[in-house]
């Protein structure tokens, strides 16, 4: 199998050091920005929604992830405080219950993280970077930002949910867009290697590399837009049941779904609700805020189906010129903001057909930002996973229960994105900002 070239790879010593600081550094900036910049006491004390952690609580958690793992496990300090450990550990009390939580205050929590921080850096000084699993390539410290990054867009959905005025100003500038060529692509047919064992930041389970057999497929240039979605709703599309899998049909039943969460009539128009603002839907716009059901309906209303996790990342990484899997669609350079919608600052997806230099060699768009994409697929572990560092970073959600989204969202920041990004959910969820594209089967003769 062709090796995989990856940048952070070529990174050692101080131009490592450099990046992990730099990386840890936007994390912050990043998180106050959705916190003690925007928002009061009240506001970051306040549950907004049963489904959401108080931002208190996202707040101090990611300053406990980080003493645990940076200065305690790999620094092996003295612990800034251990009375606090068992109230930020998301194992031990369900998001329902952290309001109810003695949390730190929002000013202590901002001295706590101040601390952990300034003996992180301290531990980054004089770490290895290199010698065992959690220090290679200072992994331990790339997990630290990934995690911060990751509750900084789990933050995004809390201020979505959230009533009130709005508090987050997106820029307006322009992103680069051009008309799609065709509405589908084929990926021909063979083994592609997926996953990676050499990406020195890729958690547990993207690893290993492996390879996997994909049969020739058509998949959507672009992720499905708001407007074709809103022609699903006009046909009928939620009123019968011929679209909808068994619990998905009961579930939408139950739960009353009539269009994508944060939808709203507008006379004879769609509107939404985005960060406190109401707005036209925008009909170019890819749709999210739609569970696995709903993206799964739709597909087989269009007389497609949602590509599995391997579609999907063969579609994302195979180069059919050298038969290699690459970091990204693009190539192995990191992303920039001319090749796709990532790090939250724009607020939503671009129009499909943005970021036209972000396509794979095979002309898919948008496969990185814009929507989280689900999958046909459940999650589990690839063929050799091993748990690290800990079970319940992965193996724990292993199962039928949970559908893998891929490609990260414009919420998403890159350091936690690339092509073997696995996330996972709910099949009901609909808070994340997630959308999807379709897949259909080539016919026989196409793309063997
Ligand atoms: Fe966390």
Redesign the pocket.
């Known amino acids: 199998m062709p090796t995989e070239l990856t940048g952070l790879t070529e990174l050692t010593g101080d131009a490592l050091r450099e990046r992990i600081a730099t990386e840890l550094t936007a994390s912050r900036r990043r998180t106050h920005a959705l916190t003690t910049d925007v928002l009061d006491e009240a506001e970051l004390s306040a549950q907004h929604s049963p489904l959401m952690s108080p931002l208190v609580w996202d707040f101090a958690?990611?300053g406990n992830?980080e003493e645990l793992w940076l200065v305690r496990d790999v620094g092996g300090r003295e612990p800034v405080r251990t009375d606090i450990d068992e109230l930020y550990d998301?194992f031990q009390h369900p998001r329902t219950e952290r309001p109810r939580l003695p949390l730190l205050g929002v000013a202590e929590a901002d001295r706590y993280l101040g601390t952990v921080r300034e003996k992180a850096f301290d531990v980054l000084a004089g770490a290895p970077l290199a010698g065992d699993r959690l220090t290679d390539q200072g992994f331990a410290f790339g997990m630290i930002a990934q995690?911060e990054q990751?509750?900084c867009e789990t933050m995004l959905a809390t201020h979505q949910l959230r009533a009130g005025e709005p508090v987050l100003d997106p820029p307006t500038a322009p992103v680069p867009w051009a008309p799609l060529p065709a509405a589908e692509v084929l990926i021909p047919a063979g083994p592609f290697a997926m996953g990676t064992s050499v990406e020195p930041w890729a958690l547990d389970n993207e690893r290993p590399a492996h390879q996997a057999q994909v049969a020739a497929f058509w998949l959507d240039t672009a992720p499905v837009s708001a407007g074709d979605y809103a022609a699903f709703i006009a046909d009928g599309g939620y009123h019968d049941p011929r679209w909808w899998v068994a619990e998905g049909w009961a579930h939408r039943q139950r739960a009353g779904l009539q269009a994508p969460l944060f939808w709203q009539r507008d006379g004879d128009r769609w509107a939404r609700r985005r960060f406190g603002r109401v707005e036209p839907v925008p009909l170019d716009e890819p749709v999210q805020h739609v569970s696995w059901y709903e993206a799964d309906a739709y597909a087989r209303w269009a007389g497609k189906r949602l590509p599995t996790e391997a579609e999907w990342e063969k579609a994302a990484r195979y180069d059919p010129a050298t038969g290699r899997s690459r970091r990204y669609p693009w190539g192995d350079a990191d992303p920039t903001p001319e090749l796709a919608n990532l790090g939250g600052a724009r607020l939503r997806p671009a129009a499909a057909g943005a970021y036209p230099a972000g396509a794979s060699p095979l002309g898919v768009r948008q496969l990185i930002g814009d929507v989280w994409e689900w999958t046909a697929s459940d999650f589990t572990g690839y063929p050799g996973f091993t748990a690290f560092p800990y079970r319940e970073y992965s193996e724990v959600f292993f199962g039928p229960e949970y559908k893998v989204l891929r490609g990260g969202s414009w919420a998403a920041d890159p350091v936690a994105c690339r092509g073997t990004f696995r996330n996972w959910d709910y099949p009901v969820r609909r808070q994340i900002f997630t959308g999807f594209r379709c897949a259909r089967d080539a016919a026989a003769g196409e793309g063997a």
């Open positions: 958690h990611v992830q998301a995690h990751q509750h």
